[in-house]
């Protein structure tokens, strides 16, 4: 802007509130530290979708058991068996031990078998009672679900039947797996 004084025009610079360094943008330091802090932000925002989507999945693999228990329950009352009679196992999952990372074995896997044979037998128990086993083929990880007929075995009838997920590895007796035990029928001899 042009001052005018007595001896003619004379350019000066008007303070405007913004100094030469604001003009220029931002240094690359500044740039770097700004693109850290979001790098660190993501991070553990990430972190905590991770831990709360493994959070969820253990959740629905604990409804999906407790429906099974509960049709296991429906089972032995509507035909008068304990579980291994159901079943005509004393441990389904045993074929499965020492296989390593279940997640994903194909549908001819005789462990994966073992388990829908189990849910096809249960169901067929309940006389119709119970539904949606068909969809707990495989727990939220790919696994099919762990199943022990345990009541009854060796003529013992405090042993508990159980049923666990191998949980996010897919290797059972790790300690990410879950264990269930269910309760036992009364039907014992």
């Not at 000066?12 to 740039?31: A, D, H, K, P, V």
């Not at 979708?49 to 058991?65: D, F, N, Q, V």
């Not at 549908?107 to 006389?127: E, G, M, P, R």
Request: charged letters at 20%; glycine letters at 10%.
């Amino acid at each position: 802007m042009f001052k005018n004084n007595k001896k003619g025009f004379i350019l000066t610079q008007i303070n405007t509130g913004m100094n030469s360094r604001s003009e220029r943008g931002f240094t690359l330091i500044e740039l770097l530290v700004v693109i850290a802090i979001i790098g660190i932000l993501s991070s553990v925002v990430l972190a905590a979708l991770s831990s709360a989507r493994t959070k969820a999945k253990y959740s629905k693999a604990g409804a999906e058991i407790k429906e099974f228990i509960r049709s296991v329950n429906i089972a032995q009352g509507e035909s008068g068996n304990t579980l291994r009679e159901i079943t005509g196992s004393g441990c389904s999952r045993c074929i499965c031990n020492g296989m390593g990372d279940l997640r994903n074995i194909p549908d001819t896997n005789q462990c994966f078998i073992n388990w829908v044979n189990v849910l096809t037998k249960v169901k067929d128990a309940t006389n119709g009672l119970s539904v949606g086993l068909e969809n707990m083929t495989r727990d939220p990880w790919g696994s099919p679900y762990l199943l022990d007929e345990n009541e009854g075995e060796g003529g013992n009838c405090n042993n508990r039947d159980t049923i666990r997920t191998a949980g996010p590895d897919g290797v059972y007796l790790t300690s990410d797996d879950k264990n269930y035990f269910i309760a036992r029928s009364g039907l014992c001899p």
